[in-house]
């Protein structure tokens, strides 16, 4: 409460204010009051002042002022603590960011706790039978597209197609003009970053914008924090959703019952909770799913529906794939700079603990003038705050770009995300609490400390400091002990992560990656309709297989390391039941000789070839994985599989070794069937190109090919399968290299920390080494004198930092492939590195006291 | 008499126990609760009462006095009147321990 007052006194109309009563005060007691009773006012009134807290603003002024001289005689020490206090100041402020944005952020929309949405993706009429039949509960249900990949003025970019609901729902407010209402049809609203880069913020409003081929007027720009819903995939442009068949030639999305592409975005009414919601929707859902279903289902299809339960899940921080995918590696990032600042804390609080012993004198001098000591400790404390701050400006200055540069690593299916990563109150409020934190972490005890000394034994200059000593060598050993289990952690995390990485660059993926190149074509925008998609890749096939430097090609649906995936539930004549998850499969289809391109080997029976066509018996290849889940007694060839709702039936015809589509997947139940034999509906394909010569002399190559089928057919990317497989291990080699950065900065810090405690312990002992030397203390027995407090100081730090690595390691389980984090290699490892650098660091200081001469020594005293 | 140092503040949260009243009024109090031996002038008063206020012992407002005269009042709040409670009691252990030193004489 005092310090509120006191703070309310620094406003100048505070101050004004009291200063106007106080006079007034003194007016009305002069009307009837004798004035020898009322005394030296001029005097009261400046003595009030000092109450009011002047004298405190003061004082902290003069605090500065001598810090700043202090630090301005100083260069070096100033130079080191505020750039180590500014990298690991920005460091956490960048993964602060970045977590903020990605995990924790609300939308800024008006009340987000009652936003809900479901997992289930919705047609558009799905969707709209859906809003009708829950207005009990939703106040409103809206639909997204979220954003999608559309040419915008002919350059690409994100298009999110809205219902007219979408923008009242979530109450955004426009920046300029209008969002989209319920009436528009052909009208757009651009994103305000989109605004800021394409039209430089100029006036737009009535313009035209055209969207792949379509024209659109921009009626409004959203406001600037607005980004959608989904986190990390930010719009550039919105457009009412009855636009979508205009955006996308050939594809009607809102008439067509099956196309699920929709998210739900709802507002509960008030007073209905999640839980009660969710409740009174399954049946309407449930009821919804029926109404789709073929009068043929089998049975256990229908009564697995009855059992289906509808979950309702909050929106209030955004939609996010990012959110599962990166929570963990976020977390690990922000454990590592978390350690990363505390070392620079700690190495601060040394050299502030070396300054202080400097600076006994004139702090004893001050002491003995009669400073009282709460004031040197302010005044040291003040110190320690402008050079954590300085270090919070500089680190702010590096926050961003480190944030936007991490940012760039992370991609989701292969598209760069967005985030807006601009410095705002969250982040300079986050950077002003550590930066706070660290001015006392690394201020407190070495200003307490220094008043202390200073006390008793400051002005004895020339003593040994024998009060001083103690403190000293304690303090020492603290700080190596916490260098040495902040290495051990770093370097533990350094090994795992890299052995890691390791692993997922060179384990057996089942592909032979030499010279393989992936083609992503997209013909929906060319106008090309789902049955067509057949023959036109088996055209495009023909003139990639004729290309000079193309040793062999095919083409799948999903392709390898592209992020995309389809499932499906599956049973066999083995294992069989109602839909699980214990029975749910991947497939994908392939074109001719998919496996001989990739290089992955049969394990047994045969590859499709050409006579499993659309009149011979549907047959699928089968991976290991689903072969040794759906046929566990080990005879596949020859048996069934039923695939899908429709259980179509599938004679398994051979088993390929498992293929990992994804760096870090596990071997999947994966079945492949042909694409001869599938009704066509595939709206892109990968190809798959075996090069003979080097893979991007060929592109060039491949692109006219691609043209001189269809100029129009958009080609959406031509990567090696090498190229993909790196950019899905980005974060991971950023992990490894950070944590090996800081593991490095520990390892070196532990080890000066460790020079210096002993350098100091030999130098104060000298009188001691040499009387035991002269007592017939051989140099061996001096020896394990000073390594002794190396086994003492390293074994507290080896053993702290094993038991933080341990409990750490759950941090990061499952992000490291193939590996446990506590596995005992990788700590034996880190512990060993640790060992030999502990060592060597004490190496000097014990060859110094062994080769004391001990008359000299002696003589010194 | 001079005023032993800290006791002030104690004084003026007793005086206005007995009800509110102006700065001058307090001085006045003190010297009259104290038959004369204490006297106080304002101005080494208001300082204090600056104090108080700033703590959220006593507050203040402007309010007619008997003479018809607008003047700043001061009352006590629930805050002063328990930190009166505490210094009092540390004072009548402060004056049975100087009693006991300085013994009967």
Avoid at chain 1, 149 to 155: A, L, S, V
Avoid at chain 1, 432 to 452: E, K, Y
């Amino acid at each position: 409460m005092g310090l509120f007052r006191r703070l309310q006194y620094l406003l100048p109309g505070r101050r004004a204010a009291e200063e106007r009563e106080m006079r007034a005060e003194f007016e009305a007691l002069q009307e009837f009051a004798d004035p020898r009773d009322l005394g030296n006012l001029t005097l009261a009134a400046e003595n009030a002042r000092a109450v009011w807290g002047w004298a405190w603003l003061e004082s902290l002024a003069a605090d500065v002022r001598y810090a700043v001289r202090v630090f301005w005689r100083e260069p070096s020490f100033t130079a080191v603590a505020v750039l180590s206090l500014a990298l690991g100041i920005g460091a956490n402020a960048a993964i602060y960011s970045l977590i903020d944005r990605v995990l924790w952020r609300q939308l800024p929309v008006s009340d987000p706790d009652s936003l809900v949405t479901t997992e289930a993706s919705y047609s558009m009429p799905k969707y709209e039978r859906f809003r009708d039949l829950s207005r009990d509960v939703f106040a409103d249900a809206a639909a997204t597209s979220g954003p999608v990949d559309r040419d915008i003025e002919g350059q690409p970019g994100r298009v999110e197609m809205v219902t007219g609901n979408y923008f009242p729902l979530l109450g955004v407010q426009p920046h300029t003009g209008r969002m989209l209402g319920p009436e528009d049809e052909r009208v757009a609203v651009l994103s305000y970053r989109y605004w800021q880069s394409a039209y430089g913020g100029a006036p737009v409003l009535g313009q035209t914008v055209r969207i792949t081929k379509a024209p659109f007027t921009i009626v409004g720009i959203a406001p600037r924090e607005f980004f959608g819903v989904t986190i990390g995939n930010a719009a550039d442009v919105w457009i009412p959703m009855a636009a979508q068949p205009a955006v996308m030639p050939g594809r009607d999305w809102i008439h067509d019952s099956h196309s699920f592409f929709a998210n739900l975005v709802a507002r509960l009414r008030p007073g209905i909770t999640r839980e009660r919601a969710s409740a009174t929707l399954t049946p309407i859902a449930i009821q919804l799913e029926m109404e789709r279903l073929a009068p043929d289902a089998p049975a256990f299809v229908r009564k697995r529906m009855l059992s289906y339960k509808l979950e309702l899940k909050p929106l209030a921080s955004g939609l996010s794939s990012l959110r599962n995918r990166f929570s963990k590696p976020l977390r690990a990032l922000f454990a590592m700079v978390a350690m990363g600042l505390l070392l620079a804390c700690v190495n601060v609080m040394s050299l502030q603990f070396a300054r202080a012993d400097e600076r006994r004198r004139e702090l004893g001098v001050r002491l003995a003038i009669g400073a009282g000591r709460s004031r040197i400790v302010r005044q040291l404390l003040t110190e320690s705050a402008i050079v954590a701050l300085a270090g919070a400006a500089v680190g702010l200055t590096i926050c961003s770009p480190a944030a936007s540069a991490l940012a760039g690593l992370i991609s989701v299916s292969g598209q760069p995300v967005r985030l807006d990563l601009d410095i705002d109150w969250h982040i300079a409020g986050f950077v002003l609490a550590i930066a706070t934190v660290a001015a006392f972490l690394c201020g407190l005890a070495p200003a307490l400390r220094a008043t202390r000394l200073a006390v008793s034994g400051g002005l004895h200059q020339g003593s040994r400091g024998t009060t001083a000593a103690p403190a000293r060598r304690i303090t020492a050993r603290i700080a190596a002990t916490v260098q040495l289990s902040l290495s051990v952690v770093l370097i533990a995390g350094a090994f795992l992560f890299s052995f890691s990485l390791y692993r997922l660059t060179h384990y057996d993926t089942g592909v032979n990656r030499e010279r393989l190149l992936v083609l992503d074509v997209d013909p929906s925008e060319a106008g090309y309709k789902d049955a067509q998609t057949g023959p036109l890749n088996r055209r495009l096939l023909d003139r990639l297989r004729e290309l000079p430097g193309v040793a062999a090609a095919s083409y799948s649906a999903n392709g390898i390391y592209t992020g995309r995936s389809a499932g499906t539930s599956v049973a066999s004549d083995v294992v069989d039941g109602p839909p699980s998850p214990n029975l749910s499969a991947s497939y994908d289809r392939v074109g001719p000789g998919y496996f001989s391109v990739l290089g992955a080997r049969l394990v047994a029976g045969r590859d499709f070839d050409r006579h499993d066509d659309k009149t011979a018996e549907p047959v699928t290849v089968i991976s290991r994985e689903f072969a040794n889940h759906f046929f566990p007694d080990g005879n596949a060839i020859g048996r069934y599989i039923y695939s899908g709702k429709d259980r179509l039936r599938l004679r398994v015809i051979g088993i390929v070794d498992d293929i990992r589509r994804e760096a870090r997947r596990k071997p999947e139940r994966l079945y492949y069937i042909p694409d001869a034999q599938t009704a066509g509906g595939v709206f892109t394909t990968r190809f798959v190109l075996r090069t003979a010569s080097a893979p991007a002399q060929v592109a060039g190559l491949l692109r006219s090919a691609i043209r001189a089928e269809n100029p129009a057919l958009r080609i959406v990317s031509i990567d090696t399968a090498d190229q993909l497989l790196d950019r899905t291990l980005d974060l991971d080699r950023v992990i490894a290299a950070l944590s090996f950065a800081f593991g490095l900065l520990a390892v070196t810090l532990a080890a000066v920390g460790i020079y210096g405690m002993l350098a100091y312990d030999v130098a104060r002992r000298t009188p001691e080494i040499g009387i035991r030397m002269a007592l017939g203390a051989t140099r061996g027995g001096v020896l394990a004198l000073v390594f002794r407090e190396v086994v003492v100081v390293g074994g507290a730090g080896v053993a702290i930092g094993l038991a933080g690595a341990l409990a750490l390691g759950r941090l990061v389980e499952g992000m490291v492939f193939e590996l446990k984090p506590g596995d005992p290699r990788v700590l034996a490892a880190a512990v060993v590195v640790l060992a030999m650098v502990a060592i060597a660091a004490a190496l000097a200081p014990a060859r110094r006291a062994a080769s004391l001469d001990p008359m000299r020594a002696l003589r010194a005293e | 008499m001079d005023l032993m140092q800290g006791t002030l503040d104690m004084l003026v949260l007793r005086t206005l126990i007995l009800g509110p009243l102006h700065g001058y009024g307090i001085a006045k109090a003190i010297g009259n609760l104290s038959e004369g031996a204490f006297e106080i002038e304002f101005g080494s008063l208001y300082p204090a009462l600056k104090r108080l206020e700033l703590k959220g012992w006593i507050g203040a407002k402007w309010e007619t006095s008997e003479r018809n005269r607008p003047a700043r009042v001061y009352r006590l709040n629930p805050a002063g009147r328990k930190q009166l409670v505490e210094e009092r009691a540390k004072w009548n252990q402060f004056v049975a321990a100087v009693a006991t030193v300085m013994g009967v004489e």
